[in-house]
Every structure is written in C-alpha cells, then in structure tokens.
C-alpha cells in the first residue's frame, strides 16, 4: 500500500501561484508514475498533468500548459505541482495519484483515473477573480 498527503493548496488571486505537495509513505520503493487530477463543484474530475518514474516524462492538460509544472523528487517521495498564473477555473479540489503500471502503459494511459492505484485525500484551491 502506498499512502498520498497533499498539501499546499490554499485561496489566492488569480495570477497568483501556488505549489502543491504530495507526499508518498508506505510501500514507496516501486516504480511508481504519478498523476495530477482536480475536480470542481458538479463536474467530473479531470486530468491535470502525470510524470514517470524517472521524471524524464510529462504530460498536460492542455488547460494548464505553459502554466503548471510538475516535478519529483524520489529521495523525498514526494512530487509537485507549481501553478503559476492561476485562473478562476483552476478553482477545485487537486488530488495526487500513484500508479502502479510500466512506463508504456503509462505513456499512453497517463489521463485515465483508472491508471492509477493509490489517490489522496485532496487540497482545496481556490482562485478569486
């Protein structure tokens, strides 16, 4: 079992930035690709951004490139989400994910909630106009 900790999100203006944190405890020694998804009020939760294990590969959601980045750090266990530029309709809960597959599985199923095995409890952002 892998546990996930976000934290970071907070209330901000929009062309703020913020860092979200994901923090990775238990069985932590796989090779895990990690994933970046929210979900806002009424919709359904959608794909931010994922990175392999290795972090040599990321990929967006083409409502946040240029503006987010995601980035890892496996001696920590941890991954991050810097946002940048934030919008009103970044406004949702960002919850972190593990998954458990090999990296081809993973390059091309890298948006799909399913992919992932482990998923954290979420931090609230929220981004006033």
């Known amino acids: 079992q892998v546990q996930l900790v976000e934290s970071g999100g907070g209330l901000v203006q929009a062309g703020d930035s913020l860092r979200l944190s994901c923090a990775a405890s238990?069985?932590?020694?796989?090779?895990?690709?990690m994933g970046w998804f929210r979900q806002a009020p009424g919709k359904e939760r959608e794909f931010v951004t994922a990175?392999?294990?290795?972090?040599?590969?990321?990929f967006y959601a083409d409502s946040v490139k240029g503006r987010f980045t995601i980035s890892r750090d496996n001696a920590k266990n941890t991954v991050y989400l810097q946002m940048n530029s934030l919008k009103p309709e970044d406004t949702a809960v960002y919850y972190c994910?593990?998954?458990?597959?090999?990296?081809?599985?993973?390059?091309?199923?890298?948006?799909?909630?399913?992919?992932?095995?482990?998923w954290g409890q979420g931090t609230q952002v929220t981004v006033s106009s």
């Open positions: 994910a593990a998954g458990n597959q090999g990296y081809h599985i993973f390059s091309t199923s890298y948006s799909r909630p399913g992919l992932y095995d482990y």
């Open positions: 238990g069985r932590t020694g796989g090779s895990y690709p």
């Open positions: 990175i392999s294990w290795s972090g040599g590969t990321t």
